[in-house]
């Protein structure tokens, strides 16, 4: 599944419900599915560790489709031709610093 | 992009790194890029929210690499076949529900 075919299937099926939240009501959403994964990670299986990465997928493509966003084109431009901090495709960046 | 081009891409630019910082440490940079989203969804340009939604989407790459999560199947499987909550392609779930 491709990044735009996720923000197609997410607008498909929510996309009058986001357009009614906004993005401030749908970040809600988001940071709730983000504190589930957290959650997940600690003590879930893999299914539900699994599970929980879906809904946070979900919820960051919803509120990218409110905010006219297109998230493919977002990760080419910062991350497609190598990493933001060093430029490199394998990461060169001091192990102290952000990436 | 896939999703699994985007794991793909994310665990060669950053894979050694990610498994010394490990799930706990590298969910804080999560958080901190999903901060930097909100600040941007408030006050930022098109262009900064998107670089941000990168961020977010690279983090949970990340975190999933780590955690050895396939991305793609964990979405076609939650989302794949219809709303998680009422089963639909367009989601009929009651407006006070979740999604």
Chains 1, 2 share one sequence.
Do not use: H
């Amino acid at each position: 599944m491709t990044l735009a075919e996720l923000q197609a299937l997410i607008a498909e099926m929510y996309s009058s419900k986001d357009e009614a939240r906004g993005i401030d009501g749908t970040f809600m959403w988001l940071m709730e599915e983000v504190g589930e994964l957290a959650a997940a990670l600690r003590d879930g299986t893999p299914e539900e560790q699994a599970a929980e990465f879906a809904d946070v997928l979900a919820w960051l493509a919803t509120i990218a489709n409110v905010a006219r966003i297109d998230l493919d084109r977002a990760v080419v431009e910062k991350y497609g031709t190598g990493c933001p901090g060093c430029g490199q495709m394998v990461c060169r960046c001091d192990a102290g610093e952000k990436p």
